[in-house]
């Protein structure tokens, strides 16, 4: 279907896997082991959508991802990063700076990957990246996007997120928690 407010054809969404266990991102995003979290959270979103370990998402993929799923992910980063980090958060910064536009384009990119801290001087590669609170609003998660030049896979995730809202619950082994820590 084509959601004309977001000028991109949304597909039919998959549904989450009932069994896409949190726990060890919750634990490492608790600890705050930025790295680990972000190649577990890719790890998670491979699970997801039932592809390789190895393989690279696409537009489709995106267009397709579970949005239960999404919602989980975003929420653990969002709420173990203090709204510093997640999927909603870089999806904010684009339309602060007007990536929503129908006149963005690569220079609007450019833009938002320098506001991220993805971007200085040249796309940083993932060893580059700051894993820490210190590093700009929407620097992680990043470990999705293997080529940060490649804008149009982010527009695709972040299309799949304005069509719903994050407040679902989160399975984290074999009990719903809440998205906040245990007590």
Request: glycine share 6%; aromatic share 14%; hydrophobic share 40%.
């Amino acid at each position: 279907m084509f959601d004309r407010k977001l000028g991109v054809r949304v597909q039919t969404p998959r549904v989450a896997s009932p069994k896409l266990d949190c726990t060890r991102l919750r634990d490492l995003l608790a600890a705050a082991r930025w790295q680990d979290a972000d190649a577990e959270t890719r790890r998670l979103m491979v699970r997801a959508i039932d592809l390789p370990e190895e393989a690279y998402f696409t537009e489709r993929e995106f267009l397709q991802f579970p949005q239960k799923s999404l919602s989980i992910l975003d929420r653990l980063w969002r709420d173990y990063s203090g709204d510093r980090f997640g999927f909603s958060i870089q999806n904010q910064i684009w339309r602060q700076i007007g990536g929503w536009h129908p006149d963005a384009n690569y220079d609007t990119w450019l833009q938002f990957g320098r506001q991220v801290g993805w971007l200085r001087g040249c796309w940083l590669s993932p060893e580059e990246l700051t894993f820490d609170l210190n590093a700009p609003a929407g620097h992680l998660p990043a470990a999705w996007t293997e080529e940060f030049e490649l804008g149009e896979i982010a527009l695709s995730l972040w299309a799949r997120m304005e069509t719903f809202v994050f407040n679902e619950t989160i399975y984290c082994g074999d009990r719903a928690d809440s998205p906040n820590p245990p007590p």
